[in-house]
C-alpha cells in the first residue's frame, strides 16, 4: 500500500531541498531510516544531515531506525534538524 | 485562582509585563523569570547581527504542553507557567516565567523548562553575521546535535 504524505522541512533542510513542504508518495508500513532513504533519493544535498536528523510522525518524534511507521493519506512527516530553540 | 499554561510563539515584541501579569496569583510569593537575549557574539571574526527563528507551530504547542505536565508532576506547587518565544528576526527572545508559593519550587523548575525547550522543541535559529552570510545553530541539549555525541548512538 502506498500514502500520500506531507513532508514538511524546516531550518537547514528547507535551504537543502529548496522547499518547505511536498506530498511525497510513500510506501506503508515502513521503517523511519526508509522513509529518510527515500527522502535523499529526492534531495541528495540532505545527506549533509545524515545521522543527525530525526522525523516527526504526525508531531511525534521518531528517531531515523528500525521504527516502523503506518502512514495514511495526508499524514504530516517532517524533517527535524539539531534543535535551536530558547 | 486556577493553575494556567498559556504558551505564545510571536513574530511582535515580547511584552515582559504581560508574562508577569499572566502569572501573578495571590496565592503565590514567588515569580521566577528567564529572559533569552541575543548576545553580541562574534565568531571568527564575524559579528553576529541578529538572530532568525522559525518553528514547527503545531507541535512546538504541543511539545510545550508536554513539557508543562512534567514540569507540574515534578514540582506539584507550580502555579502559573508562561511561555513566550519570538520567531522571525530577533533581537530580544524569550520571556519565561514561573509562579509558586515559594521561591525555590519556582527557581528549580524553570531551570528544567529551559533545559527541556532546548532539548525538545521544534524551534530553530539562525545567526545572521555582518558578512551576510549566517549559520544554524544547534544546541547541545539536543540530543541528535552534533555537538551531543554521547546520546547520538541513539538516533
Redesign the interface.
Known amino acids: 500500500m502506498t500514502s500520500s504524505v506531507c513532508v514538511l522541512y524546516f531550518a537547514k533542510s528547507v535551504e537543502l531541498t529548496g522547499v518547505k513542504e511536498e506530498i511525497v508518495a510513500v510506501p506503508t508500513p515502513i521503517s523511519s531510516r526508509d522513509v529518510w532513504r527515500l527522502l535523499l533519493q529526492r534531495h541528495q544535498r540532505l545527506s549533509v544531515l545524515q545521522d543527525q536528523v530525526v522525523l516527526a510522525v504526525r508531531q511525534q518524534y521518531v528517531a531515523v531506525g528500525d521504527q516502523v511507521v503506518t502512514l495514511a493519506d495526508g499524514d504530516e512527516v517532517a524533517v527535524v534538524p539539531p534543535l535551536s530553540g530558547g | 485562582d486556577a493553575a494556567s499554561t498559556p504558551t505564545s510563539l510571536s513574530r511582535d515584541w515580547l511584552s515582559v509585563q504581560e508574562v508577569v501579569d499572566a502569572v501573578s496569583s495571590s496565592s503565590c510569593g514567588a515569580i521566577s523569570v528567564f529572559i533569552?537575549t541575543t548576545r553580541e557574539d562574534e565568531l571568527d571574526g564575524r559579528k553576529v547581527i541578529g538572530l532568525e527563528?522559525?518553528?514547527?507551530e503545531?507541535?512546538?504547542q504541543?511539545e510545550f504542553t508536554k513539557l508543562c505536565a512534567d514540569i507540574r508532576e515534578r514540582w506539584p506547587t507550580v502555579t502559573h507557567i508562561c511561555v513566550h518565544?519570538r520567531l522571525g528576526w530577533v533581537r530580544p527572545?524569550?520571556p519565561w516565567q514561573i509562579s509558586s508559593p515559594h521561591r525555590h519550587d519556582s527557581q528549580q523548575a524553570i531551570q528544567r523548562c529551559?533545559d527541556q525547550?532546548?532539548?525538545?522543541?521544534?524551534?530553530?535559529?539562525?545567526e545572521v553575521y555582518d558578512t551576510q552570510d549566517s549559520s544554524?545553530?544547534?544546541?547541545a541539549e539536543?540530543s541528535?546535535?552534533?555537538?551531543n555525541k554521547s546520546s547520538?548512538e541513539?538516533?
Not at chain 2, 117 to 126: D, E, M
Open positions: 533569552g527563528y522559525e518553528a514547527y503545531l507541535m512546538a504541543s518565544h527572545v524569550l529551559i525547550l532546548k532539548a525538545n522543541i521544534p524551534i530553530w535559529k539562525k544554524w545553530k544547534e544546541n539536543c541528535w546535535s552534533t555537538r547520538s541513539s538516533v
